[in-house]
């Protein structure tokens, strides 16, 4: 078996998403480090040429095939090579940073998935233990992440900010194919398009780490009627502290705070300007002490989070109300928007007046009745909970009420997601992820037993309309109506299920939103998550 090799980044990737690509070539070496792979195999054998054969016909005997036809029955033995390949060519299990087992690829009967397939040596953590560890390794500067969930970062969150160019961010294809190609450990891995990458019949190049689900085998399907899922959903689950997903500031790293010094707050000062009757200027605990603090429950989902992944969280969030700073600042009447600046510069979004203008819209100071963690930007954030998190703006210094240029795009209204390059729609609205296994999960002793898989749906400023889920590769769906759905709420789901027998199941989920214009909004692709059964 070939055993997963990982590649040290320093200089293989600029960005975030640069080391998603990369993959392992073949590797001789098997998972237990003894190099007798090839002593297993079949028997081997070349002529005069150097081509090689197999002690069957013309390579070994000489003759034709057809002349050797009666050595076929002795020297042929489909199920001994079949059993033998499928135990040459079992998947390699791995234990992630929340301690658990997963086997990113399924076993099958015939060892198709490794040998023909070579799927243990593609799509992006075939090489990097993480895409975490890819980013903070990286040569240049790039932004720090981690999920709050055992859920893995995926090729699809770097799409996230690097499509289009967004926000000034270069464009994954002007970057990957160079640096990968181009790089010594790549090469001495013989990567090719096919570490990253699987060709359809139409001649497509199609992301691996997309279209893996639906080409490996030994996968077992269970039709909806007889998969009997039992789903239940609430707006109101609450995410742990530990569980808050975390973007790093853009300053530098011996910049970050680290812990929640009270003198800070005491010492930090925000200023409220522009146009506006009042300007202020207070420390963090003066505009505690002048108006005093509010509590919501709301959901913070980032811009970037794509299909499958878990950069969202609830929680309880405290803090002074913007509409109690406007109701005492007064704005003009012709304000559209608020300039707000971090410490660390960052002012890219500017948040509508009309987003901000609710008593939930908070100057956060405490998340889950503890002080705002150093990670989430303490000593003050802004929350917009009709929003995205690109609105969560850590460690404000400064808001200042704007009147911007009036729009005449056709662009549409509410909070606007990266496209699908695939599919040209935005990804991650309306979106769905399980929330406590990681994809490929190892569940031991679980067969014929219940068990539950937690996620979420969410769309940002839309409701969720319904959730669908599918347990033969999408052929029939159970599905679950979520009426009266409060958007500023994820919907925090739970499915118990019995699987029959061991195996390798593939959990499919679709997520349907509701627009302004009361149409469906369906999510651009569906969520996969394969759990092997023990």
Known sequence: MKAKQRLTVLSVCLVLALGLLAACAPSETKADGNDDAAESSSPINYDSFGRIGNNIGYAEDGGTYLENYAEYAEKLKYADKVAANAERNTPETYTDQFGFTYQPVPSDPKGWNISYLDADDRGCLACHESIEDVVMSLDTKHNVYAMGYPTQVTIANCLGCHRNAGFGNIQLVETLHGIHNSNPQFTAMDGSCDSCHYIDSDGKFNLWDYAK????????????????????????????????????????????????????????????????????????????????????????????????????????????????????????????????????????????????????????????????????????????????????????????????????????EGVGTPLDPDTGKMQGKPNSAILNYPDGVVLDGQAGKEITLEGYADAYDEPISKIEYSLDHGKTWTTVETPDNDP???????????????GSYLLKVRTTSTQPNGEDRVCSRDTNFIFHVK
């Open 213 to 412: 689900y639906d080409l490996y085998k030994g996968i077992t399907d269970v039709k909806a009627e007889e998969a009997n899922l039992d789903v239940t959903y609430d707006q109101d689950t609450i995410s742990e502290n530990s569980q808050l997903f975390f973007e790093s500031l853009n300053n530098e790293p011996s910049e970050w705070r680290t812990d929640t010094d009270p003198a800070v707050a005491d010492a930090w000062t925000l200023v409220i300007d522009g146009e506006v009757e009042n300007p202020i200027e207070m420390t963090v605990t003066e505009l505690i002490e002048k108006f005093g603090t509010k509590s919501s429950v709301q959901k913070q989902g980032c811009i970037e989070n794509a299909t499958g992944n878990a950069w969202i969280y609830q929680a309880e969030l405290t803090g002074v109300s913007m509409k109690d700073i406007i109701d005492y600042v007064k704005p003009a009447s012709t304000v559209t928007n608020i300039k707000c600046t971090s410490e660390d510069g960052y002012n890219m979004v500017s948040p509508g007046f009309k987003e901000i203008n609710y008593e939930d819209c908070l100057l956060v100071t405490e998340i889950n009745g503890e002080p705002l963690p150093a990670h989430q930007g303490y000593p003050v954030t802004l929350a917009v909970p009709r929003n995205s998190a690109a609105s969560y703006i850590k460690a404000i210094q400064s808001i200042s009420f704007v009147t911007a240029e009036a729009d005449d795009s056709d662009e549409e």
């Open 488 to 502: 500023t709420r994820w919907t925090y789901w739970r499915l118990k299920y019995t699987p029959q027998e061991a």
